[in-house]
């Protein structure tokens, strides 16, 4: 699971930002390590069905973060696996006491990845948090990759959109829930709806959550090597420092 200074790769990202307190001051390094029984990232899993190791290591100083973001990604079962290195910066602003919001930087990359073709791209993401219990999303890539349906979209825009509801519970429990469209290249005709339920549980700065993923694609409708599940449970237990 990433931190709160990266874009909300999944929805126990937002639960970590609402749960556990910034270990880092400004000024200082921090992070996080953890484990996900199914890295899924807009509704597609990521690593086939497989268990990910995912770490990021930032630095923050006066509402500017920067730092790097890795997992296990399986981008072609056939091959073996891959991974997934995200570099990203970003800038963060309080205005008055409910509203928080960010721009960030982010550049994907697959060191790894056998496919023929380069699926690393950039992306450009703005968020907006009321009272750390909604999140806006709005991420927009100028140079997406991406193959679904035996069509493929070479460096063309793309365009996510995502709002997510974190209500806290009893105790450090909390639940979650999430709507996100992923607006791809016309020439994919393959755009979707995505949503998540969960709920999470922190004890000190570790984090363990559980969220149902689903999307409005039928499972295996394309997006290379990546998988669209029929609904699926995921798993993942974080630790931040």
Same mark, same amino acid.
């Given at each position: 699971?990433? %931190? ?130 909604? #999140?806006?999303?709005?991420?927009? %890539? ?11 979209? #070479?460096?063309?825009?793309?365009? %996510? ?41 922190? #004890?000190?700065?570790?984090?363990? %959550? ?32």
């Amino acid at each position: 699971m990433r %931190s709160s200074t990266a874009n909300r790769r999944a929805l126990a990202s937002l639960w970590l930002c609402a749960c556990i307190p910034a270990a880092a001051t400004a000024g200082d390094f921090g992070g996080s390590i953890g484990v996900t029984s199914d890295y899924f990232y807009r509704g597609v899993s990521q690593s086939q069905g497989n268990p990910a190791l995912q770490a990021d290591l930032h630095y923050r100083s006066g509402g500017w973060s920067a730092g790097v973001w890795s997992s296990r990604a399986d981008m072609d079962r056939d091959e073996g696996p891959a991974s997934e290195i995200d570099l990203y910066i970003r800038r963060d602003w309080t205005l008055g006491n409910n509203w928080d919001v960010g721009v960030a930087l982010t550049h994907y990359t697959y060191p790894d990845d056998p496919r023929t073709y380069s699926y690393d791209y950039d992306e450009v993401i703005a968020t907006a948090g009321y009272r750390s219990r909604l #999140f806006g999303t709005i991420a927009f %890539s100028p140079n997406y990759t991406g193959h679904a349906q035996g069509r493929w979209a #070479f460096n063309e825009s793309a365009t %996510s959109y995502e709002l997510t509801a974190v209500q806290p519970l009893a105790g450090k429990l909390s639940a979650s829930a999430g709507l996100g469209y992923y607006d791809l290249p016309a020439s994919l005709d393959a755009n979707y709806w995505f949503w998540n339920v969960g709920v999470a549980c922190s #004890f000190g700065r570790a984090l363990l %959550s559980v969220a149902y993923i689903d999307t409005d694609r039928p499972r295996e409708s394309g997006y290379g090597y990546e998988t669209v599940p029929d609904g699926q449970w995921t798993g993942s237990l974080a630790w931040r420092f």
